[in-house]
């Protein structure tokens, strides 16, 4: 298996993995930045209120307090259903750049009927992606 991260379970197999003098891996250290940055319990929920509590009073008197991209994934579903929970009002947007699989794209289409939504969906010209992707690789 080769060497594993003292703090978690990350090892060699994992790519793009670079381990420190004390085993601790790239990933560890990603993952504890990211739980300074986005602490949890009550100071993550007092943070969430704040965001929320901001983002209704800037979207105040307008039909829409938020834009949420989405993919069609599990992630970005849930954050709509979050952000209605939440009592914010919503724009789902998706940029559909020829790529998305069928479900996603029913994916989007239930939970933003389900969650009463406006969606708005951007059609990316094809052969223009294809000409970008070519000259990024």
């Given at each position: 298996m080769g060497q594993q991260c003292v703090k978690g379970l990350w090892d060699e197999s994992?790519?793009?993995?670079?381990?420190?003098?004390?085993?601790?891996?790239?990933?560890?250290?990603?993952?504890?930045?990211?739980?300074?940055l986005y602490p949890r319990g009550e100071k993550g929920?007092?943070?969430?209120?704040?965001?929320?509590k901001?983002?209704?009073?800037?979207?105040?008197?307008?039909?829409?307090?938020?834009?949420?991209?989405?993919?069609?994934?599990?992630?970005?579903?849930?954050?709509?259903?979050?952000?209605?929970?939440?009592?914010?009002?919503?724009?789902?947007?998706?940029?559909?750049?020829?790529?998305?699989?069928?479900t996603a794209v029913e994916n989007i289409k239930k939970v933003t009927n389900a969650l009463i939504i406006d969606l708005e969906t951007y059609v990316i010209d094809y052969e223009e992606i294809k000409d970008l992707n070519r000259d990024y690789m």
């Open positions: 994992v790519p793009g993995v670079k381990f420190d003098e004390k085993g601790v891996s790239n990933y560890a250290k990603m993952f504890q930045e990211f739980i300074e929920l007092a943070e969430w209120e704040g965001w929320l901001r983002i209704r009073k800037d979207g105040k008197n307008r039909k829409y307090d938020c834009i949420v991209g989405v993919s069609g994934g599990t992630d970005s579903c849930y954050l709509l259903y979050i952000a209605k929970q939440s009592g914010l009002r919503p724009l789902a947007v998706n940029l559909d750049n020829g790529f998305s699989s069928k």
